[in-house]
C-alpha cells in the first residue's frame, strides 16, 4: 500500500507539474500610441495575443473604432478625429479560457495615457476608465496572478516552514516584499532588463533551494545562513520572483508610459494576496499541531517534499525549454 501511494503522488505530482506555468502572463495587450496629427490621426498599435495555460486559447481579434482604417502589415491606424470616443471591442476573446484578458493601452501626443483591462467581448471605449478603477484592476490582476503562480506558492510554503518565530517571519516576509518592490522599480525604470526565461529556471531552483534548507533546519549540522537569517535570503529571492513578474510584462508589449501604473497596483495585488496567503499557511500549521500532534512533523515534511520536487520538475522543465528541447 505505502508503494502504491508513493507512485500515485508520483503521477500527480509529474501531471501537476506537466501543467503548471506560474509566471506567464496571461493578459494579452493591445498598445496604441497616437504618432501624428492631421485631418487624421495616424497611431501605432501592436497586438500581443493572451496566454491561457489551463485551456487551448483562440486568436483574438481588434474589431477598431469604425472611424480608423487599418494597416494590419505595418500595425499602423489612420482615424478621424474623436474616433477612439466610439465604442471597440475583441473578437475571441470570450472562447480564451477563463483566464484570457486583454490589457488595451493608448497613449495620445501629448502624453496622454490610459489602461482598460478587458474581460470578454463586450464594446468598451477608451475614455470610461478612471485612474482609481485602471488600478483597481490591476491589483486584481495581480491577487490573481500569484493565486494561480505554484512556483511563487510553493516558494512562500517552504518560507513558511522553514521560519517558525512569527517577528522572524514578517521579518522575512517584508524583506520578500522589499526585494520584490525594488526589481519591479528596476525593470520599470529601464535601469534594469533580463529575458523570462532564465529568470523562470532560476525562480524554479529557488524553490528546490528554499525546500532543502527547511528540511534540514534543526536536522543536519549547524544552521545555515539561509536559516541563521532567513530575511537575507528571502529578500534575494524577492528580487529573483519580482524580475520574473516584470520580465514578463515587459515582454507582453507593454508601453513604458503606463508602466509605473501598472507594475504599482499589479505589486499591491500580489503583496496582499502573498501576505494572506503566508498568515494562512501559519494558521493553518498551528491547528495541525495540536490537532495531529507527533503527525504534524511527518505532514510538515511531506508538504516539503512535495514543494522540493514540483521545484525540481519546473527547473528541468525550463532548462529543456532554455535549451530549445
Known amino acids: 500500500m505505502r508503494a502504491a501511494r508513493g507512485w500515485l503522488a508520483l503521477v500527480a505530482l509529474t501531471l501537476f507539474t506537466a501543467r503548471a506555468r506560474a509566471h506567464d502572463f496571461d493578459p494579452g495587450v493591445l498598445a496604441i500610441v497616437e504618432a501624428a496629427t492631421g485631418s487624421a490621426a495616424t497611431h501605432r498599435f501592436r497586438l500581443t495575443q493572451p496566454v491561457d495555460t489551463r485551456a487551448p486559447g483562440s486568436v483574438v481579434r481588434v474589431r477598431f473604432p469604425a472611424g ?4 494590419e502589415r505595418a500595425q ?3 482615424c ?3 474616433a477612439f470616443s466610439a465604442q471597440m471591442a475583441f473578437e475571441g476573446l470570450e472562447r480564451g479560457g477563463a ?3 486583454m490589457i488595451v493601452s493608448f497613449t495620445g501626443r501629448g502624453g496622454a495615457h490610459t489602461d482598460r483591462v478587458i474581460e470578454g467581448d463586450a464594446p468598451f471605449t477608451l475614455d470610461d476608465g478612471g485612474g482609481l478603477r485602471v488600478a483597481a484592476a490591476w491589483a486584481v490582476l495581480g491577487a490573481r496572478h500569484l493565486a494561480g503562480g505554484p512556483d511563487h506558492l510553493a516558494f512562500l510554503l517552504c518560507l513558511v516552514c522553514l521560519v517558525r518565530r512569527p517577528r522572524a517571519l514578517v521579518l522575512a516576509i517584508t524583506a520578500f516584499s522589499a526585494g520584490h518592490a525594488a526589481s519591479l522599480g528596476l525593470s520599470a525604470s529601464g535601469a534594469l532588463s533580463l529575458p523570462v526565461a532564465p529568470i523562470e529556471g532560476m525562480i524554479a531552483l529557488s524553490v528546490v533551494l528554499m525546500a532543502r534548507e527547511a528540511l534540514r533546519a534543526g536536522v543536519v549540522g549547524p544552521p545555515s545562513l539561509v536559516a541563521r537569517a532567513p530575511f537575507v535570503a528571502s529578500g534575494c529571492f524577492g528580487l529573483l520572483h519580482g524580475l520574473g513578474f516584470a520580465s514578463a510584462l515587459g515582454e507582453a508589449g507593454f508601453p513604458r508610459e503606463g508602466l509605473w501604473l501598472a507594475l504599482g497596483a499589479f505589486h499591491v495585488g500580489v503583496e496582499l494576496t502573498q501576505l494572506a496567503f503566508c498568515a494562512a499557511l501559519a494558521l493553518a500549521w498551528q491547528g495541525a499541531q495540536r490537532a495531529l500532534t507527533a503527525r504534524a512533523q511527518l505532514a510538515r515534511r511531506a508538504a ?12 528541468l522543465e525550463r532548462t529543456l525549454g532554455l535549451l530549445g528541447w
Request: hydrophobic residues 55%; contains cysteine; neutral net charge.
Open 99 to 101: 483566464g484570457a484578458r
Open 76 to 78: 499602423t491606424l489612420a
Open 80 to 82: 478621424a478625429p474623436g
Open 304 to 315: 516539503l517534499v512535495a514543494a522540493g520536487s514540483a521545484g525540481a520538475a519546473w527547473t
Open 68 to 71: 480608423c482604417v487599418v494597416d
